[in-house]
């Protein structure tokens, strides 16, 4: 059946932004746990140690980074490769069943590699593989090491994508504990959880109707290219007209058709929007494949450098500038600093670095940050 895009109510940008961050806890800080958050976000990138922290701390009211090391340690939360290739922090239960979801993006990086791995059986690879780091824990050196002693002609790089993208490897603790460091050592899902990778059933991938479901109330309203652009995953159409019935249908201001759960939040488009610090790699500003509604489209591109991301500030909502955190100084760089709003904003800015540093300080780092505000360098 053909629907007509033009029917359905008009979501304009800033009601767009705000119904965004209300899903994403940046409306008003969350009272709920740790572990909680994480599962309704559907997971934190983690390509570096300490953004789900940040991520974390903008959202939560009262959290510390006690809470989400611990659970590390208790694992409750694992880090691994999920959507779109990159690691993820996620609860237990999202680890075991979001990962199959993937796989299929997975085995096409494989394909990628395929001139590398000529002469390589991918099954018996995977085995070997997985029982290498249920034994113990491994660095991907490791493991690259000891497939080579199988497949000495093989190209090193290949054998350990293949062994990442075949395998559900999570990175062990002390790896990923805040206030402590450890080299990245990997192990299978199901072991690290206490499982049997030689004996257990295959463990079953989430529904996709389910997990739509579950990226609307974190990520909505959305199209189907949003959820596609999180995912690392194509043709989910399907789960999508499936829902439509149950679901809310609006169109964006370019005519896309948007989804979202019918008693989702989609707060006024005056809502007021304090000021938040997010880290490099947010999902905030991955997880939809037009940005708009977070990113002015003036600033498309500004938080890369090369393949290097920027941690972000954002007022009223909105992209406005980066920011550093070095030991006590706090370093502010706004896009355009006589921008309207952003001078009264000022202080609402500053209170907020000022709390971040201070709920997130390490030993030693008691002093009050010192606040900087400059213009971002071309």
Same mark, same amino acid.
């Given at each position: 059946m053909a629907f007509r895009t033009n029917s359905y109510p008009l979501l304009g940008v800033r009601a767009l932004n705000r119904a965004t961050l209300a899903r994403q806890l940046l409306l008003r800080r969350a009272g709920m746990s740790a572990r909680d958050a994480v599962g309704h976000l559907l997971g934190l990138q983690a390509q570096n140690v300490k953004p789900p922290y940040f991520q974390l701390h903008a959202r939560l009211e009262g959290f510390r980074p006690a809470e989400l090391a611990g659970l590390m340690e208790a694992r409750e939360v694992v880090r691994m490769v999920t959507m779109r290739s990159t690691i993820h922090t996620h609860t237990a239960e999202d680890a075991l069943t979001l990962r199959p979801l993937v796989q299929p993006a997975r085995d096409r990086e494989v394909h990628y590699f395929r001139k590398g791995l000529a002469g390589v059986d991918l099954g018996r690879l995977a085995e070997r593989a997985r029982g290498f780091v249920d034994e113990a824990p491994r660095t991907m050196g490791e493991i690259r090491e000891d497939l080579l002693q199988e497949w000495p002609e093989a190209d090193p790089q290949s054998l350990s994508v293949a062994a990442r993208c075949l395998l559900p490897l999570v990175q062990v603790t002390p790896r990923g504990v805040w206030g402590r460091s450890g080299q990245v050592r990997l192990t299978t899902v199901e072991n690290w959880l206490g499982g049997s990778a030689t004996t257990a059933e295959p463990v079953r991938a989430q529904p996709m109707d389910e997990v739509v479901l579950r990226y609307l109330a974190a990520f909505g309203p959305a199209?189907?290219?949003?959820? /596609?652009?999180? +995912?690392?995953?194509? #043709?989910?159409?399907?789960?999508? &007209? #499936?829902? !439509? $019935?149950?679901? *809310?249908?609006? #169109?964006?201001?370019?005519?896309? &058709?948007?989804?979202?759960? $019918?008693? *989702?939040?989609?707060?006024?488009?005056?809502?007021?929007?304090p000021p938040r610090f997010l880290p490099e790699f947010d999902n905030l500003l991955l997880s939809h494949a037009d940005r708009a509604r977070v990113v002015p489209p003036q600033l498309k591109g500004r938080t890369w450098s090369g393949n290097q991301a920027h941690c972000t500030l954002l007022v009223d909502g909105f992209l406005a500038g980066l920011w550093k955190?070095?030991?006590? !100084?706090?370093?502010?760089?706004?896009?355009? $600093? /006589?921008?309207?709003?952003?001078?009264? +904003?000022?202080? &609402?800015?500053?209170?907020?670095?000022? #709390?971040?540093?201070?709920?997130? +300080?390490? $030993?030693?780092? &008691?002093?009050?940050?010192?606040? !900087?505000? +400059?213009?971002?360098?071309?």
């Open positions: 199209s189907v290219k949003d959820m /596609q652009t999180w +995912a690392g995953l194509t #043709r989910l159409r399907d789960s999508f &007209e #499936r829902l !439509r $019935p149950g679901l *809310a249908v609006f #169109r964006d201001e370019n005519g896309v &058709e948007l989804f979202d759960l $019918p008693d *989702a939040p989609r707060p006024d488009a005056d809502t007021p929007a955190l070095e030991g006590r !100084r706090l370093t502010i760089e706004l896009f355009d $600093p /006589q921008a309207q709003g952003l001078s009264a +904003a000022r202080d &609402e800015i500053v209170a907020e670095g000022e #709390r971040m540093a201070a709920d997130l +300080a390490g $030993p030693g780092e &008691e002093a009050p940050v010192a606040v !900087r505000f +400059a213009a971002v360098r071309p």
